[in-house]
């Protein structure tokens, strides 16, 4: 592993856990040319995935992208981050045991929807307000109206 700090590839494991539910390895390392310490986390990749945006374009998945993207909506919210990173790892699990090796940015938005509205209702709204690209008041509201709508049919 090259060190972050000099580049140095001669590193040394110094203390190994699990972290994110057993779902990750959280490796902390020493340099021995800098001496500088910093953490990794190592994790099962089952596939390679991309990213096929609403342009056609095809990015590769950067699960840090994703996780950066839903703290944003979870921004001052009383949310359990290990909880967070359990809807991440849900997510991510999602995609690459889905048979396809491209995603659509839709799909992964969907997911994410899916996701906050059953962590925090305040974040979902958040999200959707970016990802369906609110423009004005009325936007939130029929977003509102029509989640109100849901419930009620979901508790019928």
Do not use: H, W
Request: some cysteine; glycine content about 6%; charged content about 35%.
């Amino acid at each position: 592993m090259r060190c972050p700090f000099c580049s140095s590839e001669d590193t040394q494991v110094k203390d190994s856990r699990q972290a994110e539910d057993g779902t990750a390895v959280r490796r902390r390392r020493l340099c021995n040319s800098c001496a500088g310490r910093f953490t990794t986390f190592e994790r099962v990749q089952l596939r390679e995935l991309s990213v096929v945006k609403k342009t056609g374009r095809r990015v590769e998945f950067d699960r840090a992208k994703l996780a950066r993207s839903i703290n944003i909506a979870l921004q001052k919210r009383p949310v359990d981050p290990e909880r967070v990173e359990q809807m991440i790892s849900g997510i991510v699990r999602q995609l690459e045991s889905s048979g396809n090796s491209d995603i659509t940015s839709d799909r992964i938005g969907e997911l994410v929807m899916e996701g906050l509205a059953a962590l925090d209702k305040v974040a979902y709204v958040r999200y959707a307000s970016v990802y369906r690209d609110f423009r004005a008041t009325e936007d939130f509201e029929n977003f509102i109206e029509e989640e109100k709508l849901v419930e009620k049919g979901e508790e019928e």
